[in-house]
T-cell receptor, first 111, second 119 residues
């Protein structure tokens, strides 16, 4: 099935550092969502974006809906050990409500 | 709000048997639920869309006779893996959206997943 390209694929960072990851698509989406998945668990919704150019924050997380509607970015500031996990972006086209998931970014935080 | 519960969390079954996985929306009515499959270190792949009171819509390449989906009520969808084989071993995750409340703009909320191991 179709997937969105996420980068980086994985990253190791020191506690306290900021993190940036992005998600790109060849298709246009009307909604972008970012999820975090811990091992053996289902994804948990972090941020939802509904219109091009939108910038939304949730605590230390900030995400943006790209102007072209073909990309999105997620930033995590001042990372902490519990930020460890896999981050997935997901694009949503109107009408079908079917999610297309990104390939995931695996984040590891070194204390 | 917006809690989705999956049961069981893990299951081990013998090859050739069938396994049923339940997905429940606990505090909202879900007209639409989705079933995903996830292999280790990979992303979620949509298997099918489950609509309350009607037949599920399967993604290309997913065998509908192998993966039976029933969405008999607004709070429950089930996925039955029939005649399971070792290659069916995977992490299965459901999600649900409530078009009238949480999910009105399209957000879906996920269950905790079910780890299926076929031996």
């Amino acid at each position: 099935g179709q997937q969105l390209n996420q980068s980086p694929q994985s990253m190791f960072i020191q506690e306290g550092e900021d993190v940036s990851m992005n998600c790109t698509s060849s298709s246009i989406f009307n909604t972008w969502l970012w999820y975090k998945q811990d091992p053996g668990e289902g994804p948990v919704l972090l941020i939802a974006l509904y219109k091009a150019g939108e910038l939304t924050s949730n605590g230390r997380l900030t995400a943006q809906f790209g102007i072209t509607r073909k990309d999105s970015f997620l930033n995590i500031s001042a990372s902490i050990p519990s930020d460890v996990g896999i981050y997935f972006c997901a694009g949503l086209t109107s009408g079908t409500y079917k999610y297309i998931f990104g390939t995931g970014t695996r984040l590891k935080v070194l204390a | 709000g917006a809690v989705v519960s999956q049961h069981p969390s893990w299951v081990i079954c013998k090859s050739g048997t069938s396994v049923k996985i339940e997905c429940r929306s606990l505090d909202f009515q879900a007209t639409t639920m989705f079933w995903y499959r996830q292999f280790p270190k990979q992303s979620l792949m949509l298997m099918a869309t489950s609509n309350e009171g009607s037949k599920a819509t399967y993604e290309q390449g997913v065998e509908k006779d192998k993966f039976l989906i029933n969405h008999a009520s607004l709070t429950l969808s089930t996925l039955t893996v029939t005649s399971a084989h070792p290659e069916d071993s995977s992490f299965y995750i459901c999600s649900a959206r409530d078009p009238l409340g949480w999910g009105a703009k399209g957000e879906a909320f996920f269950g905790q997943g079910t780890r299926l191991t076929v031996v």
